[in-house]
């Protein structure tokens, strides 16, 4: 069964680890991020942007495809269904498709608005019991056609937002969607410090967890993040592997052009992707 990740990420918080966010894709993603989840006894969210969930036959479709496996493949660690940097609309369709996690990304919008759209969807989160992630600070690089500077995020707004009621915050800290470039001056922990000091104990999060050295992504857990988003990793893991499976021929001996064989070491390069996250987040055995 879906849960809200409110538990999970309190748990996290507390305990000074982070939990993962692994985006999905299709299916195949889906089973080998809830596998390796259950195999290191881990809670994990999985996260659907807007056109992925379009891609996968919209979030009713994503909704079934994932409490199916739950049920199909016996597994019991906490999971949470999770919109990825939704739309004022679309965190509406998403709980009409039974998600049991949202994030509303308002961080393009000015601050009152955003507050405005937010205090909305608080009240129906907390209604329906769904845990809701809010957005101050553009998050770089490109996400569904949305494109982001980098910049950090005002520790004020961030009050402004987490005094709301949300339950974990996404503060703009110098972090980027995808790959990072060679003169990426890292993260802002002035600014994270900043924002943790405004918002106290609200379980933050980080975007754009591919490429961030561990150094970093363990000083920021520190800090407050029990929430860090992985995607562009597992994609670019994947197609490496699928790639050398074709370009070995594979694909031409046998049976090898079966998808279900085609795909399998794309889906082995994700499950050693995830583990690797997993650990060093510190969610493993956490569940």
């Not at 989160?125 to 569904?144: M, Q, R, T, Y």
């Not at 990072?180 to 967890?209: C, I, Q, R």
């Not at 992504?217 to 929430?227: C, D, E, R, T, Y």
Request: proline share 3%; net charge negative; aromatic share 6%.
């Amino acid at each position: 069964m879906l849960v809200s990740a409110k538990e999970m990420l309190t748990k996290a918080r507390e305990g000074k680890y982070a939990v993962g966010q692994f985006n999905i894709n299709n299916l195949e993603w889906t089973k080998t991020i809830l596998l390796t989840a259950q195999e290191l006894n881990s809670p994990v969210i999985l996260g659907v942007s807007e056109g992925a969930g379009k891609y996968m036959g919209g979030f009713k479709t994503v909704s079934g495809m994932v409490n199916g496996l739950l049920e199909g493949l016996n597994i019991t660690v906490p999971v949470a269904l999770h919109l990825d940097h939704g739309t004022y609309e679309g965190c509406y369709k998403c709980i009409e498709a039974g998600f049991s996690s949202i994030m509303f990304d308002g961080s393009h919008y000015p601050i009152a608005e955003n507050v405005e759209k937010t205090t909305e969807l608080v009240k129906i989160c907390n209604e329906k019991g769904l845990s809701l992630e809010a957005e101050v600070g553009a998050i770089g690089g490109e996400e569904d056609g949305v494109i982001g500077m980098g910049e950090c995020a005002d520790p004020n707004e961030c009050k402004s937002i987490a005094d709301l009621g949300v339950t974990m915050l996404a503060a703009g800290i110098g972090n980027i969607h995808g790959k990072y470039p060679a003169n990426w001056p890292g993260l802002s922990f002035e600014t994270l410090a900043a924002v943790k000091e405004k918002v106290g104990d609200m379980p933050l999060v980080l975007h754009g967890g591919t490429g961030i050295p561990e150094d970093m992504i363990k000083k920021a857990i520190s800090l407050g993040v029990a929430k860090i988003n992985v995607n562009t990793e597992c994609q670019l893991a994947f197609a490496a592997a699928v790639r050398k499976y074709i370009e070995a021929g594979k694909d031409l001996e046998g049976k090898g052009f079966d998808p279900r064989k085609l795909l399998a070491p794309g889906c082995d390069a994700i499950k050693e992707t995830v583990r690797e996250k997993i650990e060093l987040f510190g969610s493993a055995n956490k569940a």
